[in-house]
C-alpha cells in the first residue's frame, strides 16, 4: 500500500523568505501524481501544485515551486518570497494513475512572521 | 470554474438523530465524489467513494449502514450520518472529480453532536 509520509508537523518562516515542506512517498507504481494542497483557518483546501510522475520537469506555480526526485521518492514544496497569507497547513497527497483517491500525508503547519 | 459547495457548514445535532450533508458540483459534472473525514489537526481521512447511479465504496473500518452516501446525480451527493452519537463530531469535507480527473474540494461541514 501507498505512504505518504511529512516528517516536519511545524515549520516557520520570514516574511520574503524561502522555505521548503518536505515530503516523502512510497510506492511500487510507476505512474502516478503528487500534489501539494493548502489549508487554510477556513478549511477549504486549496490545490497549490501538481506533479505526474512520468514528467522529469518539476512543476512550479508562481512562488511555489517542488523538487521532484522519482527516485528517492521524495517531493518537496519550495515556497519563495513567503507571504502573510501562506499561513496555513499543508497536506502533501498521492494518487496512481489507476484510481481516483488521494492518500494524503498529516501535514505541516506553516507559520509565517512578519 | 470547478466550485464544489457543501451544505450546511455547521450543523448541531442531538444524539441519536440522523443530519443529511450535500455536496453539490456548480458548474461541471462530477462523476465520482469522495467523502471524507477530518479530526482536529489531523489530515483528512477517507471514508468513501461515489459514483453517479451506483452503490459507494466505503473505506475499511467505516461503516456503511451508519453513514449513508447517495450520489443520484452527476451534481448532487449526499452523506447522512444516521443515529448519530457524540463520536461522530467532526468535520466533514466532499471532492468532486470532473472530467479532467483533478479533486476540487468543499468549503467543509462541521457536524458537533450533543
Known amino acids: 500500500a501507498q505512504t505518504v509520509t511529512q516528517s516536519q508537523p511545524e515549520m516557520s518562516v520570514q516574511e520574503a523568505e524561502t522555505v521548503t515542506l518536505s515530503c516523502t512517498y512510497d510506492t511500487s507504481e510507476s505512474d502516478y501524481y503528487l500534489f501539494w494542497y493548502k489549508q487554510p483557518p477556513s478549511r477549504q483546501m486549496i490545490l497549490v501544485i501538481r506533479q505526474e510522475a512520468y514528467k522529469q520537469q518539476n512543476a512550479t506555480e508562481n512562488r511555489f515551486s517542488v523538487n521532484f526526485q522519482k527516485a528517492a521518492k521524495s517531493f518537496s514544496l519550495k515556497i519563495s518570497d513567503s507571504q502573510l497569507g501562506d499561513a496555513a497547513m499543508y497536506f502533501c497527497?498521492?494518487?496512481?494513475?489507476?484510481?481516483?483517491?488521494?492518500?494524503f500525508g498529516t501535514g505541516t503547519r506553516l507559520q509565517v512572521f512578519p | 470554474g470547478a466550485v464544489v459547495s457543501q451544505h450546511p457548514s455547521r450543523v448541531i445535532c442531538k444524539s441519536g438523530t440522523s443530519v443529511k450533508i450535500e455536496c453539490r458540483s456548480l458548474?461541471?459534472?462530477?462523476?465520482?465524489m469522495f467523502w471524507y473525514r477530518q479530526f482536529p489537526k489531523k489530515s483528512l481521512m477517507l471514508m468513501a467513494t461515489?459514483?453517479?447511479?451506483?452503490?459507494?465504496?466505503?473505506e475499511q473500518g467505516v461503516e456503511k449502514d451508519k453513514f449513508l452516501i447517495n450520489h443520484a446525480s452527476l451534481t448532487l451527493s449526499t452523506l447522512t450520518v444516521t443515529s448519530a452519537h457524540p463520536e461522530d463530531s467532526s468535520f466533514y469535507i466532499c471532492s468532486a472529480r470532473g472530467t479532467v480527473a483533478e479533486q476540487y474540494f468543499g468549503p467543509g461541514t462541521r457536524l458537533t453532536v450533543t
Open positions: 497527497a498521492y494518487r496512481s494513475d489507476d484510481t481516483d483517491k488521494l492518500i
Open positions: 458548474d461541471f459534472q462530477a462523476t465520482t
Open positions: 461515489s459514483n453517479e447511479g451506483s452503490k459507494a465504496t466505503y
